[in-house]
């Protein structure tokens, strides 16, 4: 495979991702470093400085060494900027493919030659199915993104490739998969909470972070590892019963400030609320640890240490599925998404208001949050009960 032509070297890229290690995975700096060129180094650590969500940086810089590492493959050049519509066209040809027409022609698809580069790179799994159409839309999604912060126009609308990518989606056949299979509602979350009743300092970071990403509306993984104490207000007891705003019982209040989010910038001065236990659990966490600033949810070392660096989104993720496993349930059902589904599902089954939810949730989007409720509901209601 030819390398492409870049000026500096791998160990200069590495040392220019170096400023970034607080977002892109350290494990990988090398191989980003061996796959970008110096202008795509640049163009992220230019992203960086202007402010885009530490996520969506990881997720442009993943896509951009896969796109340069199958350009690499598949045309023995570094990617073009701006892409040509052929090579776009070539991409989707080699991701989106018929299954039922490859078993006759070994051609269709992406090259054996190719994907067994990627695969040689870690870049590709294994597998006789074409890729989801919302991975390679995301992927394209990302190009385009990148072609415009580098101040140029591309052909991703252009008429051709929506002609290709329409037949290629339909021959897929694939069926939509939620993130996680299953949802965390309560009673799920009660029994990984008894998986972590221990007294040690990891219990108890792991019970403040699950409870604090459930009740707070089921933040996104990327958002909890992204939570600090400045993000934390304190705020005034508030009535145990809503309906009884004079009643003698109070319980402790935390507002949480979003700051960016995926769905919002950091200027939109989005909160949501903790009362209660979760307030207590978090409080707790953050005594016991000492922490006054800076990230809340931190790395423990193998003998205890508390870290000062913050987890990262895979890290909660792999807390989650290890308190799954440690409760006797199947991790593979589970992910740390199935925190903000199981909220509003359980928001639902508990008639609570889909817009009430959402406030809490932060849905921008009434269809995604009420397909939750329209899957609760249909599960307890009548119409799929007639010959039970």
Same mark, same amino acid.
């Given at each position: 495979?030819?390398?492409?032509?870049?000026?500096?070297?791998?160990?200069?890229?590495?040392?220019?991702?170096?400023?970034?290690?607080?977002?892109?995975?350290?494990?990988?700096?090398?191989?980003?470093?061996?796959?970008?060129?110096?202008?795509?180094?640049?163009?992220?650590?230019?992203?960086?400085?202007?402010?885009?969500?530490?996520?969506?940086?990881?997720?442009?810089?993943?896509?951009?060494?896969?796109?340069?590492?199958?350009?690499?493959?598949?045309?023995?050049?570094?990617?073009?900027?701006?892409?040509?519509?052929?090579?776009?066209?070539?991409?989707?040809?080699?991701?989106?493919?018929?299954?039922?027409?490859?078993?006759?022609?070994?051609?269709?698809?992406?090259?054996?030659?190719?994907?067994?580069?990627?695969?040689?790179?870690?870049?590709?799994?294994?597998?006789?199915?074409?890729?989801?159409?919302?991975?390679?839309?995301?992927?394209?999604?990302?190009?385009?993104?990148?072609?415009?912060?580098?101040?140029?126009?591309?052909?991703?609308?252009?008429?051709?490739?929506?002609?290709?990518?329409?037949?290629?989606?339909?021959?897929?056949?694939?069926?939509?998969?939620?993130?996680?299979?299953?949802?965390?509602?309560?009673?799920?979350?009660?029994?990984?909470?008894?998986?972590?009743?221990?007294?040690?300092?990891?219990?108890?970071?792991? #019970? $403040? !972070?699950?409870?604090? @990403?459930?009740?707070?509306?089921?933040? %996104? &993984?990327?958002?909890? +590892?992204? *939570?600090?104490?400045?993000?934390?207000?304190?705020?005034?007891?508030?009535?145990?019963?809503?309906?009884?705003?004079?009643?003698?019982?109070?319980?402790?209040?935390?507002?949480?400030?979003?700051?960016?989010?995926?769905?919002?910038?950091?200027?939109?001065?989005?909160?949501?609320?903790?009362?209660?236990?979760?307030?207590?659990?978090?409080?707790?966490?953050?005594?016991?640890?000492?922490?006054?600033?800076?990230?809340?949810?931190?790395?423990?070392?193998?003998?205890?240490?508390?870290?000062? #660096? $913050? !987890?990262?989104?895979? @890290?909660?993720?792999?807390?989650?599925? %290890? &308190?799954?496993?440690? +409760?006797? *349930?199947?991790?593979?059902?589970?992910?740390?998404?199935?925190?903000?589904?199981?909220?509003?599902?359980?928001?639902?089954?508990?008639?609570?208001?889909?817009?009430?939810?959402?406030?809490?949730?932060?849905?921008?989007?009434?269809?995604?949050?009420?397909?939750?409720?329209?899957?609760?509901?249909?599960?307890?209601?009548?119409?799929?009960?007639?010959?039970?």
């Amino acid at each position: 495979m030819t390398k492409p032509s870049q000026a500096g070297s791998v160990d200069q890229r590495v040392e220019q991702l170096d400023a970034l290690d607080a977002i892109l995975p350290f494990d990988r700096r090398t191989q980003l470093a061996e796959l970008l060129t110096d202008e795509d180094v640049a163009t992220l650590k230019h992203l960086a400085m202007e402010g885009i969500g530490d996520n969506s940086l990881r997720a442009l810089a993943s896509d951009l060494s896969y796109l340069e590492a199958w350009s690499l493959a598949a045309t023995r050049a570094p990617l073009p900027w701006p892409a040509p519509e052929a090579l776009l066209m070539k991409f989707v040809a080699h991701h989106l493919w018929d299954p039922a027409k490859r078993e006759v022609d070994a051609s269709h698809g992406m090259p054996a030659k190719v994907s067994a580069v990627l695969v040689a790179q870690g870049l590709l799994r294994v597998g006789k199915k074409p890729h989801a159409p919302s991975t390679v839309r995301r992927k394209l999604s990302s190009w385009s993104t990148l072609t415009k912060w580098r101040g140029m126009q591309g052909h991703f609308n252009a008429p051709g490739l929506k002609s290709a990518v329409k037949p290629a989606v339909r021959a897929t056949d694939r069926t939509r998969q939620r993130k996680s299979q299953k949802a965390i509602t309560s009673d799920v979350l009660a029994a990984v909470l008894k998986a972590c009743a221990g007294d040690s300092l990891v219990d108890c970071r792991d #019970r $403040a !972070l699950l409870v604090t @990403a459930f009740a707070s509306g089921g933040r %996104r &993984r990327s958002e909890v +590892a992204a *939570l600090r104490v400045e993000h934390l207000v304190e705020e005034a007891p508030v009535p145990a019963d809503p309906n009884d705003p004079e009643g003698p019982e109070k319980l402790p209040c935390l507002m949480i400030r979003l700051g960016r989010t995926k769905t919002g910038n950091a200027d939109g001065g989005a909160g949501v609320y903790l009362i209660g236990r979760p307030v207590t659990a978090l409080q707790d966490w953050i005594a016991r640890a000492g922490i006054s600033e800076g990230p809340v949810f931190r790395a423990i070392d193998r003998w205890g240490h508390l870290q000062r #660096r $913050a !987890l990262t989104p895979q @890290a909660v993720n792999l807390i989650l599925k %290890r &308190r799954i496993a440690e +409760a006797g *349930l199947d991790p593979a059902e589970f992910s740390a998404h199935g925190l903000r589904s199981g909220y509003l599902t359980e928001a639902a089954r508990r008639g609570i208001p889909l817009l009430d939810a959402m406030q809490q949730s932060q849905h921008r989007s009434v269809n995604q949050a009420s397909s939750y409720y329209n899957d609760a509901e249909r599960k307890l209601g009548k119409a799929a009960r007639l010959l039970i």
